[in-house]
């Protein structure tokens, strides 16, 4: 018999046990008294011969090995008995269980869709990124030379891509810009796409420069541009004023590379034709960043890969000396996630980090869901003492009583874990669409959300279960450490958040209404985007001369000038870095015009600005001043072992990274014969509102070179676009450490409540005998005063500790900012005082005289 | 309750003296407890109830099989009997059973210990 069938014969077998046990017995009595005994001694004689009955059964049945399954239905039917009977228990502990692992669940899910699950690609695991390191660069894009060289060359790569996003091109006549992503001719078949009309790129009829141009239109675009009209294919649109033909459409579920969404794409191969002048395929110094993507041959790793593509970079090194860095080396990265997390990255790239923190918040919030319901069991062992005490007392085993105490909890957890899915899943669709995340992104939960939640739950049964559990079977009384420790972890974990909370939200009001050392409100960004139109340095010279000449003549124009990377505005941020004492400082450098700081309202603070054209000098802000010569006059000093000397020290500015307080800037004059000129923005400081000068900045560059469509935003624009994304951040944390006060509170209520009922007695003593209400609560109170103090001073430590991580990582708040600390302190001092003052409160209402009389 | 005469059992020993007693032909629970203090001269004190968890355990591990028959005073009692796989572990058991006793009474017969 498999131990199935004995558990679907469970009854059967229940009666033939007992049946067969009620034989022996009776046949030993008989047998006494036939030996002549009295019959009533005889069948004491036999119950001492035989033993207790129940427990001989209890034996019988683990032997048969069905026991475990067995008795966990039986617990189970039990601890739903024990939980419908006290419903109120139930549903602060579900609810407060739901909201701990909700949270933790909502956290994976979000992690899981961007970081662990492959978008809708053919063979999403062979699917890489490929990018270029050295130890002073770190940029995702690749030469195209680079790119060709690594597709005809690399064994271990079984394809390549390359995709560049494009700078956003008239379409016909609309008003609307649309954004263009250019992609070698193989793009849609490697990705495995199908077309939702007419058919997406062909690598035999894209391949040359030659092609006719064709443009593919992205789902949604042709749904809002064209009203998912199919007839629109095989027309011709104008894009930037060249005409092209409509050959499809992609199906609504293609994911593209995961972040990147544009509303068309082009044949990288014919971007010259679409931007007129542009040679990014065979200029080996062209300035637009090409992404290279590949797909690994079968059987290779990442790591060989890699090997092979270094051997191949210090071949084209040969080949093209200035475009290969020293020290250059090839990174390849998993490719088919929606958000590559680049673990131990650096700077901007810190996503571990940041994760790290973001996995750190939310167990706490559990931790204090578990140390709430812990507190909560803790008080309900005490009430189930005489019921546990009584089960020991009929010869249950302390295991057993155990495992079915233990079946409670774990009941409890699985119910909590199921009403937090439905919570999770709830809140993950909000967000989904509230960012108008691609359709292919589900909240519904895969097993590996599923996976996580189960074993959270466990890991919360056990944190909140096991130590309560263990109490009531050992029986221990008297001493309530346990509830000490638990209030001490609630108010910890729930310090840690709130503080956290107030430094964030103290860094966005200080990013919102603070000087970040520059004006932006006044100033226009104009991007002509001349590098991507084939402009060499000598007519990029020429055509910004004419620019900022025109434009300065302009009424309403106070200074203009050339900067390669404007603040605010700018798409790709440049970092280098020096080393002082052995530590890395990173550096945002720019390249300036010399009206630059004038433009940008940047206060000079020693020395002297730099001179329009001047090589060798270099201005340092005050804060990379510090950093490298803390006690000496930078001035005529030699910036790290170039020719440069330091000119002058500017004030600090926020402009590259606006919540980072610590960034450091270096600026370098833009030279007239420089490769980065073609890059550069024109800076415009307007005396009245800057929009009012877009009709005539727009005519102005168009009788200059009417081919260019030049991109005109003011910067605060981009300041508010930075804004939000700091305020979205503190908006979140904010909300975690308002969930975390929530469970802080109903755990204390909960806590000085029971302690207020097992004292009613001794209150109502007190108050018969003329206490006053304020030394009773005193007394309740001083119990929890220690454990109370014990979780602040340890959260404040935590914290303390955890803010530098959020310095390096994302905001460069001030890590100790104590009107946060005090501000989170007092709120909670406040907020847990009132929490455990009401439940006394409502003992001094009671009815004395009826206590006394009635209580045993 | 148990008298100095008396001695308990030794871990495991239980089960052998069941297939010893079930060896002789099937019989139930409550006769394999007679005979088993019969046999032993009443100088072993079995609890009677802890016979059935070890019966159980033997039928689960498919050494001894088990029906329900009529006993000769007509009452329905369990019967055991010992399976294919319950001879095998009895004789194997016996004998070293067997040799366990004779070395540890060797042993415990030599003077000391001394292993000369």
Known sequence: MSWLMRLIRTRAMEKELDKELRFHFESQVRDKIEAGMDPSEARRIA?????????????????????????????????????????????????????????????????????????????????????????????????????????????????????????????????????????????????????????????????????????????????????????????????????????????PEFAGLGSDHPDIWLPIEQHSYFVEGSKPLSDSKFEGLIVMRGRLARGVTPHAAEQELLALTNRLRKLYPTVIWDNEYIVVTPGAHFFPLQLGGEGLGGGAAIVALCGLLVLLILGVACANLGGLLLARGAARRHEIQTRLDLGASRLRVFRQLFTETLLLAALGALAALPFSYLALRLILVSTDAPVWMSAAPDWRVLIFTSAMTFIAALFFGLLPTLRMVRHRSGSDLGQRFVVSVQVAASCVLLVLASLLVRATLHTLYSDPGFGYEQVVAIHPSLNEHGYSPATANRYFAQLQERLSSLPGVSSVSVALNPP???????????????????????????????????????????????????????????????????????????????????????????????????????MSTADNLPSMTVLVKSSSTPESLFPQIKAVANSIDPKLYPTITTLKAGFRKNVRQVEQIAAIISLLGALALFLAVVGLLGLVAYAVTRRTKEIAIRLAIGAGHAQIIASVLRRFAWPVLFGLIAGVAMTAALSQIIRRGLYGVSGLDPISYFGAIGLLVVILLVAAVLPIQRAFKLDVASILLHSD | MTTPSKFDLPQGTLDLLILRVVALGPVHGYAIAQRIQLISKEALQVQQGSLYPALHRLENKKLLAAEWAQTESGREAKFYKLTAMGRTQLKSETESWARLTEVVGMFLQHPQGDPS
């Open chain 1, 47 to 251: 119950r001492l011969e035989f033993g207790g009955h129940e427990q001989v059964k209890e034996q019988c049945r683990e032997s048969r090995g069905t026991l475990w399954l067995a008795s966990t239905a039986q617990d189970l039917r039990f601890g739903a008995r024990i939980l419908a009977k006290s419903p109120g228990f139930a549903f602060t502990a579900i609810l407060v269980l739901a909201l701990g692992i909700g949270v933790n669940t909502l956290a994976f899910s979000l992690y899981n869709l961007v970081a662990l699950q492959f978008i809708p690609v053919r063979d999403a695991g062979t699917l890489v990124n490929i990018e270029r390191r050295s130890p002073e660069n770190i940029t995702p894009g690749i030469p195209y030379a680079s790119i060709a060289f690594y597709r005809d060359n690399a064994k271990s790569l079984s394809a390549v891509m390359a995709v560049m996003a494009g700078a956003p091109v008239t379409l016909d006549q609309d008003g609307q810009r649309v954004n263009p992503s250019f992609v070698s001719a193989n793009f849609f078949s490697e990705l495995g796409s199908s077309a939702a009309a007419g058919r997406l790129f062909d690598v035999t009829r894209e391949d040359s420069p030659a092609s006719p141009p064709v443009v593919v239109l992205s789902n949604r675009f042709w749904q809002r541009r064209f009203n998912s009209d199919s007839s629109i294919i095989g027309k011709t649109v104008y894009l930037a004023g060249k005409p092209a033909t409509i050959v499809g459409v992609t199906s």
């Open chain 1, 568 to 670: 605010l505005v700018n798409e790709n941020v440049m970092i280098t870095s020096i080393d002082v004492d052995g530590h890395r400082v990173l550096i945002y450098p720019n390249w300036v015009g010399s009206e630059f700081f004038k433009t940008m309202g940047i206060p000079l603070l020693r020395g002297r600005f730099l001179l329009p054209n001047e090589a060798h000098a270099v201005v340092l802000s005050e804060s990379l001043a510090l950093k490298r010569w803390p006690h000496e006059d930078p001035i005529g000093k030699q910036w790290k072992d170039s020719q440069d000397i330091v000119v002058g020290v500017v004030g600090n500015t926020r402009a590259q990274e606006l919540n980072n307080t610590d960034a450091t800037e270096i600026y370098y004059a833009a």
